[in-house]
């Protein structure tokens, strides 16, 4: 039986929604244009370096958080594959997001 959201850990629903903060593209929700980062308009490229402190500065401006560091390192032999990992500093504790960005996609891994 699936979990409920009163059974879940905070700190997983937490990463949740960042999560779905990083792959939701601004301008594609009707309420809150403005929420989202649209991390899928990375894929297939190489990555400008300044993409892990704009995810950091777009984590951080959630009042859940009082702290975040992101890494991005290019996968070996992958041509523009990337993990990324999110460590975050929340009110439900520590989290760590980690995701696997390739041409084809995002993929949460941890």
């Keep these: 039986m699936a979990a409920f959201a009163r059974d879940t850990d905070p700190r997983e629903t937490f990463a949740q ?25 990375y894929l297939g490229r ?24 992101c890494t991005i390192v290019p996968v070996a032999g992958e041509i523009d594959s990337y993990r990324l990992t999110l460590n975050v500093e929340c009110e439900a504790g520590f989290l760590e997001l980690a995701l696997a960005l390739s041409p084809s996609g995002i993929v949460r891994v941890a």
């Design 17 to 41: 929604d960042l999560y779905h903060l990083l792959i939701t593209n601004k301008m594609s929700l009707l309420l809150d244009p403005d929420w989202g980062f649209g991390l899928e308009t």
């Design 46 to 69: 190489a990555l400008p370096p300044t993409l892990a402190a704009d995810i950091e500065n777009v984590v951080r401006d959630d009042d859940r958080v009082s702290g975040a560091s």
